[in-house]
């Protein structure tokens, strides 16, 4: 529901979509600067079960706000199979506005085989797979965050509070980069923000070898201020980096699937994130 309503409105401009995800996303670093900031003293007084138990009630309260979601149901617009199997964008476009004529009452079953052969003739197009293709390599980038936080805890002895105190440091920082982008670059070219976020993230993500081989050590810092920092800096640059591929997925979405569409490409998004 929530893409369905967002989408739409993030096609207008590259400004506008910039606007609407930094919202969404900066809620949602809120959000952990709340839990971040209790998450390890409440492991170092209570235990992981009652952390986990507390964790647990949140999804139980989305679930109960979602009975209280009036909506309105809204009749299946009809699309004929020469609409579906046409490769003109504006072809299709153009039959998103035919809402005039009356839809037969369909089942469910023809209802998801309308829609999927609707996302297949969408998605077939070079304009949706391409940028598609490169929203999964983007991610599946390979990531260390789970060697790291095994090396930090075991190697270098770092407590569950100062891992939550690390956290709650890369949620003000994620505030942060969603702040900058909103003010700063949402205004940017895409390609160039990909390009320089790919460069500044290839060498910025160097600086975790400093605290593996302890080179911060020799040069007088010590290894929770040189995590500290450096998980603040990576934050501010994945976020900065991270809205950009948003506003790409909405921009590509065309009129009628915007919501299924954007689902699945956050599905790949997440997909690549399993590869990595």
């Known amino acids: 529901r929530k893409d369905g309503k967002k989408i739409p409105s993030s096609k207008s401009t590259q400004s506008t979509g910039g606007t609407l995800q930094s919202l969404c996303w900066g809620s949602v670093a809120l959000g ?28 139980l309260l989305i679930a109960g706000a979602a009975l209280l979601v009036d909506e309105t149901p809204v009749e299946t617009t009809y699309k004929p199979k020469a609409v579906l199997e046409n490769d003109s964008w504006d072809a299709l476009k153009e039959s998103s506005q035919e809402s005039s004529q009356t839809p037969p009452t369909l089942s469910l079953t023809t209802e998801i085989t309308q829609m999927g052969a609707q996302l297949w003739s969408v998605g077939k197009r070079r304009a949706i797979w391409a940028p598609t293709a490169f929203v999964f390599l983007w991610q599946a980038t390979p990531n260390p965050s789970t060697a790291m936080f ?43 923000m990909f390009r320089w976020s790919a460069i500044l993230g290839c060498g910025l993500g160097l600086t975790q070898l400093v605290l593996v081989t302890q080179v911060n050590q020799r040069w007088g810092i010590q290894n929770e201020v040189f995590a500290l920092g450096d998980s603040v800096l990576l934050t501010v640059l ?7 591929v948003l506003v790409l997925a909405a921009k590509i979405c065309p009129p009628n699937v915007e919501a299924t569409l954007f689902a699945t490409l956050m599905s790949v998004f997440n997909l690549g994130g399993v590869v990595s």
């Open 32 to 59: 952990g600067i709340a839990s971040a900031y209790y998450s390890g003293a409440l492991i170092e007084t209570n235990g992981a079960r009652f952390v986990f138990g507390v964790t647990a009630l949140f999804p």
């Open 150 to 192: 095994y090396f930090t805890s075991n190697e270098l002895g770092f407590t569950p509070e100062f891992m939550g105190k690390i956290a709650l440091a890369r949620a003000v920082a994620a505030l942060a980069g969603v702040v900058l982008y909103n003010a700063y670059f949402k205004k940017v070219a895409l390609k160039n």
């Open 238 to 244: 994945g976020e900065i980096s991270f809205l950009p």
